[in-house]
């Protein structure tokens, strides 16, 4: 019972400061909120809207004797004459009046002089030979794409667009070669044939072929308001996860650094000599940490319900997340703790250690490393506790198994054991 009202004065004072409600509660939830209103205004204003990229085309092309295809089914190359022409009708299609803004140049050295001066964001410029190259079975054809450099995006889009469509022109050749050389010469007379039917399947504009050039699609209205708050919350519920556990590790390390606050005070020396023992105090004072880190989970999970609308999971997977958060944060926050001589390093502690490694730990939570599943750059994750704990409550959010959960929570704790046996070893050592 000692231990409990050690840990419970010490629990109560930690919240008496406002510094420490600023770290557990304020600061997750207000950089969550910043996420929220920030997505939340852009489902509003009817969902992540693409701005239109300025495209400059400068095309070159002098056709070719051997172009010869009719483009009537692809789409803006009804009055195509030359493989430029088709491309050129492409960008200003219909379909692509939403996406680009073309416009023309005289010469290659216009387009990109256009790009310098970033009067347009992508110059495409077309060689003189492009057709004639096409039509040659060996030959190349080859588009220079020049584009902003400080720009992704846009010019993303428009690579992709070309990428689809050269890799269908590609494809014209090899079925070309294949048809000649496993036909007779009777039937290669027919090779136009192939060509209008290989191009009438990999590029035509038709509503029923599923590989088609480009197919834009209108979200229907009735659920469109449905479908952007869902994704809001699938987009915010990862980041208050993240937040959350960021500064759980916070708040743990913090009320451990109270056994060296009090040290320093020589309030810790004069409790040594009262009647409770030495391993009764000390076990109040690490177990304030666990009570403290505990509620901070606590409410921010039920806040961020409420306020944010975060879906956790399941009652169990849930339980399951927060004592890997809890165990982890306030053991690693103990051994942290014992490591240092006294409250002047917690600085260096505060603004490096737990910086370094809970932005380690997120990594994957904003897509800078994909799927911890995945492997690459998303596994540096799960070299630093708070990896494993966003983890396993991404695993809870996710509905996975709960025996995944418990794998991610053995984790948690084999790290809890030899941060705390390190710790209580070191303080107990300390003040021996």
């Not at 690579?159 to 050269?166: D, I, K, P």
């Not at 690490?286 to 319900?305: D, E, G, H, P």
Request: no cysteine.
């Amino acid at each position: 019972m000692k231990a409990l009202d050690i840990a419970l004065k010490d629990m109560l004072r930690s919240f008496r400061s406002f510094n420490a409600i600023l770290f557990m509660f304020v600061m997750p939830l207000l950089i969550t909120g910043m996420f929220y209103f920030m997505f939340g205004n852009m489902a509003e204003d009817g969902g992540f809207s693409l701005p239109k990229t300025k495209v400059i085309v400068a095309n070159m092309d002098e056709g070719g004797p051997k172009f010869n295809v009719d483009t009537d089914n692809i789409p803006g190359g009804k009055n195509a004459d030359t493989m430029g022409e088709l491309i050129l009708g492409i960008l200003k299609s219909d379909d692509m009046a939403d996406l680009i803004e073309v416009a023309e140049a005289a010469n290659p050295e216009s387009a990109r002089a256009a790009v310098d001066g970033q009067t347009q964001q992508v110059a495409i410029i077309i060689p003189k030979d492009f057709s004639e190259q096409f039509a040659d079975i060996d030959g190349e054809a080859i588009i220079e794409f020049y584009q902003d450099p400080t720009l992704t995006i846009g010019p993303s889009v428009i690579r992709a667009v070309l990428n689809r469509f050269t890799d269908g022109m590609a494809g014209v050749k090899i079925a070309i070669n294949v048809f000649v050389d496993e036909s007779d010469e009777e039937s290669q007379s027919r090779v136009g044939e192939v060509v209008q039917h290989y191009l009438k399947i990999s590029l035509a504009e038709e509503k029923d072929i599923e590989d088609a050039l480009l197919d834009v699609r209108a979200p229907q209205a009735d659920n469109a308001a449905e479908k952007s708050e869902n994704l809001l919350i699938r987009m915010i519920g990862p980041i208050m996860g993240g937040m959350m556990i960021f500064y759980a590790f916070f708040t743990g390390t913090s009320t451990a650094q109270s056994i060296l606050r009090e040290e320093e005070e020589r309030t810790l020396p004069r409790l040594f000599t009262t009647p409770t023992s030495q391993a009764t105090i000390l076990t109040g004072k690490l177990l304030s940490v666990f009570m403290t880190v505990s509620v901070q989970v606590i409410v921010l999970m039920v806040v961020a319900k409420y306020l944010f609308k975060t879906q956790w999971g399941a009652l169990p997977a849930v339980v399951i997340a927060a004592l890997g958060i809890i165990f982890s944060a306030s053991s690693f926050g103990i051994f942290v703790n014992s490591l240092l001589k006294d409250t002047k390093q917690g600085g260096v502690v505060f603004g490096g250690v737990l910086t370094v490694t809970g932005m380690l730990g997120m990594i994957n939570t904003f897509g800078m490393g994909g799927s911890a599943n995945e492997g690459g750059i998303g596994d540096v994750a799960l070299l630093v506790p708070q990896g494993w704990a966003v983890r396993g409550v991404t695993q809870a959010m996710n509905g996975e198994a709960l025996t995944n959960l418990l794998i991610t929570l053995s984790v948690l704790m084999i790290w809890s054991a030899v941060f705390f046996t390190i710790g209580v070893w070191r303080f107990n050592k300390r003040y021996a």
